[in-house]
């Protein structure tokens, strides 16, 4: 055995699956063991689609997504996929290939500081000195990366270590880190507060966000609300932690969010934020929120708990803890008032919109997609306008809602819809992007149609970078700066027919639900194409 | 702002330095001095960090370095109940006529003279930092030609 064998032996007893990657002189040892192994190999296109594949599959599976890739440029084309996954707490493993580790330091051919570089945004990192460390490198990267607030992890192993002899390989069956111990556990006394805190309140609302997804509360969230009837709103992370549909999920908060979903947070006199990092996009002054109002923040990462807002009650543990916890408190509470004005205000304060009839109306198609989609399908937004109207129209059943959302990449929607089809091969998954965002992962077509992925892929095409347009059209009055992308983008039928992917273009609404109702018909990929209206606006 | 002193338990692994000094660079949050070194325990550093910051800030930085996978412990050394040291060099220039001057104050300050040369000498100060402060201001007179200063070093008194 060499310490390959025993990267590849510490992945398949961490139970992966998939590893998604790009192999190149530096990993080749690993990726040479790995083809005596049960573990799928994908090769994407490039290295940065490798980490949000991995992303996708991690968030459907509940487990850590892997990715693996060479030294210098496969690791720094790497970064925006960890960083992604570090902005929302995605558990990932990145293992990278080093040059040898005598030759460290001097430069040589494909040589980069890759865990300097990460630095700033892994939960942690690891330069393997010895290849004896690796089994217990492996296990803690794993319990690092999946335990209290999850995130990604790098494994830097140079090429003469992957090629040592190793020998009497045990894997280690529990942890020992001494400076590692997140609490998971609310502490008693604050939960007591919270529930009497919650029996004087008139008007209390929960907002959920991406950690009670991550914490696999979304149960006992639900069971929570209902049984006490708690207005619930949500954080775009927090999309798909109450059905949209669900009688006491009020919708979105933020500047992108529902007029609704605001208004509740402001009059509320009891706001109970659960994984939620109370972030600027979604609370625009969070000084205010704590004005005139009990404010309770639960998460596991006691740094997030007064960063932005000082909190009256702080609760440090996991989410699904704490609810459980909640759960188990006998009281009652009585607001029936509030929920009548909250229930008015759903109905009153929609947005209207003008939409073009010679266009694709993206929010009145969006809404007819989730109609026609299985209930427990898998919606991935990009990033940009598309996301924005994804956040809005979407109507989230019993599946899940993706998307990048502390880091705001562009292009995630087609490599982790990839790794959550991969995660989940019995749901239907569906990218739905721009043509901008498009366009920064196009070249995955090529590893859904190798590997035989079948996703679903919509483009809103409006020929325009159109959150970047909107914004100059507001700031800067109309003066559109390098945003008009009319002229390079490709005739998608023509690029589908190249990949051999069947193609459906939608022109306007007359059509629209008989062909999503084509386009969701199979188990396959498929590529539509929505033409919407380039001047239109989130 | 106000100065806070922070003292460290971490795990001495490769890179726990720069895991910490880059975690301030990159929130923003300032080193007025740092200084680390192996504990009785050579698998733990002690470090011992003086930061400049707004009350939030300040505690956003006992936050931010607790969640550090390394940091074992940190907390706040407090003026009242702790002992800070610094350690400084202070070359003077120094003639037969003024080195009298400059034995006197050292001996005040219970500095020592630890280089003599004909024209310059090494003082060596060890106290908190006002007192070399103070001793600084005093010599200033005498011409100095380099400092240098370790930042402090600090316990918490009794157990």
Known sequence: ?538 | MQKKVFQLLVDNNAGVLSRISGLFSRRGYSIESITAGATEDPNYTRITIVTLGDEDVLEQIEKQVAKLVDVRDIRELKPESSVYRELCLIKVRSTQETRQGLFSVAEVFRAKIVDVNVDSLIIELTGDQSKIDAFIALVQDYEILEIARTGIAGLGRGL
Not at chain 1, 13 to 26: C, K, Q, R
Not at chain 1, 386 to 404: A, M, P
């Open chain 1, 1 to 538: 055995m060499i310490g390959a064998d025993a990267m590849v032996k510490c992945l398949e007893l961490e139970g992966v699956t998939t590893v998604y990657g790009y192999p190149g002189v530096a990993i080749c040892p690993f990726y040479n063991s790995i083809t005596d192994s049960d573990i799928q190999s994908i090769l994407v296109r490039t290295e940065q689609n490798a980490a949000h594949a991995a992303s996708g599959e991690a968030r459907v599976t509940g487990k850590v997504g892997v990715c693996a890739v060479t030294s210098g440029p496969g690791a720094t084309n790497l970064i925006t996929g960890i960083a992604t996954a570090f902005a929302d707490s995605i558990p990932l493993v990145c293992i990278t290939g080093q040059v040898n580790s005598e030759l460290i330091g001097s430069d040589v051919f494909q040589e980069a500081d890759i865990t300097g570089a990460v630095e700033s945004f892994v939960k942690y990192s690891y330069l393997v000195k010895k290849v004896e460390d690796i089994p217990r490198i492996f296990k803690e990267a794993f319990h690092i990366a999946s335990t209290g607030r999850k995130g990604p992890v790098l494994i830097d192993v140079p090429i003469d270590i992957q090629n040592a002899n190793f020998k009497n390989f045990k894997y280690p069956e529990s942890v020992s880190l001494r400076t590692y111990k997140p609490t998971v556990k609310g502490n008693f006394v604050q939960i007591k507060k919270v529930i009497k805190e919650l029996e004087k309140a008139k008007r209390p609302v929960i907002c959920a966000g991406g950690g009670v997804l991550l914490s696999d509360a979304v149960e006992e969230l639900r069971e929570f609300s209902h049984r006490h009837r708690i207005p619930v709103v949500s954080t775009m992370m927090g999309i798909g932690a109450m059905p949209t549909l669900d009688e006491m999920y009020f919708g979105m908060v933020g500047n992108n969010g529902k007029a609704y979903a605001n208004r509740a947070m402001n009059e509320s006199d009891l706001i109970i934020m659960v994984g939620a990092r109370v972030a600027d996009r979604a609370i625009s002054q969070p000084d205010l929120i704590t004005e005139n109002k009990v404010l309770v923040h639960i998460d596991v990462d006691p740094a997030e708990i007064g960063k932005n807002c000082g909190p009256s009650i702080p609760l440090v543990g996991d989410a699904k803890h704490i609810m459980q916890d909640f759960l188990e408190q006998e009281f009652s509470c009585e607001h029936e008032d509030w929920i009548k004005t909250l229930e008015e205000y759903r109905v009153t304060m929609v947005k209207q919109r003008t939409p073009d009839e010679n266009y694709v109306d993206p929010a009145a198609f969006i809404t007819m997609l989730s109609e026609e989609m299985q209930s427990d399908a898998v919606y991935v937004a990009d990033v940009g306008q598309n996301q924005i109207w994804s956040c809005g129209y979407h109507i989230v059943k019993d599946g899940r809602f993706l998307t990048s959302g502390g880091m705001g990449t562009m292009g995630y929607s087609i490599p982790a819809a990839m790794g959550a089809k991969r995660g989940d091969m019995s749901k239907q998954v569906i990218a739905v992007c721009g043509d901008g965002s498009f366009q920064m992962s196009m070249m995955e077509l090529a590893t859904i149609m190798q590997h035989d992925i079948p996703v679903k892929i919509i483009v809103l095409k409006n020929n325009y970078l159109g959150m970047v347009r909107q914004y100059q059209h507001f700031t800067y009055k109309d003066n559109y700066s390098v945003v008009d992308i009319k002229d390079g983008t490709p005739d998608l039928e023509k690029l589908s027919a190249a990949y051999n992917i069947p193609f459906i273009r939608v022109e306007n609404m007359t059509d629209a639900r008989a062909k999503i109702q084509e386009f969701l018909a199979k188990d396959n990929t498929m590529l539509m194409e929505c033409l919407i209206d380039p001047m239109d606006l989130v």
